[in-house]
């Protein structure tokens, strides 16, 4: 029951750390989670521009695509270290919940594969293609999550997907 109930205080401590983005958007008519969904596509393009940047600045450089991803990653981490500090007011949360066998196997699979993983081809991608061509591509992201879901977890669309999708593909 220690273990609950500093998952829960934890939790708690988050969840009122972050109520100002909520109040903020509420007086637009948008959620908190509508902000920082609005807010992800401004980081893929901006990321998609420096990393563009710096694999054309270093094209010279052997290995930069390796050394460029290192960076973005290690700048991730701290980045995801400062939000935690922000949001626990300055001290590390237990996490001793975390140390399970499901979880251990979700962070890894989610910090090797989808971070690590996907930085390393986003700069080789963008050793030919330009900044707007990738942003481009990765915009359409939803729509192929959308069809895989559908297709390999057996998800069900509905109309507004089918619509949604439709639209993101037209737009690019």
């Known amino acids: 029951t220690t273990m609950t109930t500093a998952s829960v205080a934890s939790a708690a ?9 909520a109040s903020a958007a509420s007086t637009i008519g948008l959620t908190k989670g509508d902000v920082l969904a609005l807010g992800q596509p401004f980081g893929f393009g901006i990321s998609f521009m420096r990393i563009e940047h710096y694999v054309e600045r270093y094209k010279d450089v052997e290995n930069r695509v390796l050394t460029i991803s290192a960076a973005e990653c290690v700048a991730v981490g701290f980045m995801s270290l400062a939000w935690v500090l922000y949001d626990f ?36 991608a963008l050793e030919t293609a330009s900044a707007t061509e990738a942003a481009l591509t990765f915009s359409s992201e939803p729509v192929w999550a959308s069809l895989f879901g559908a297709w390999l977890l057996h998800e069900q669309l509905n109309l507004d997907s089918y619509v949604g999708g439709a639209i993101i593909l037209t737009a690019c």
């Open 13 to 21: 401590a988050a969840a009122e750390s972050t109520d100002w983005l």
């Open 89 to 124: 007011h300055g001290t590390i949360p237990d996490m001793a919940y975390m140390v399970e066998p499901h979880r251990i196997g979700a962070i890894l699979w989610t910090g090797i594969m989808t971070t690590v993983v996907a930085i390393y081809f986003e700069g080789l």
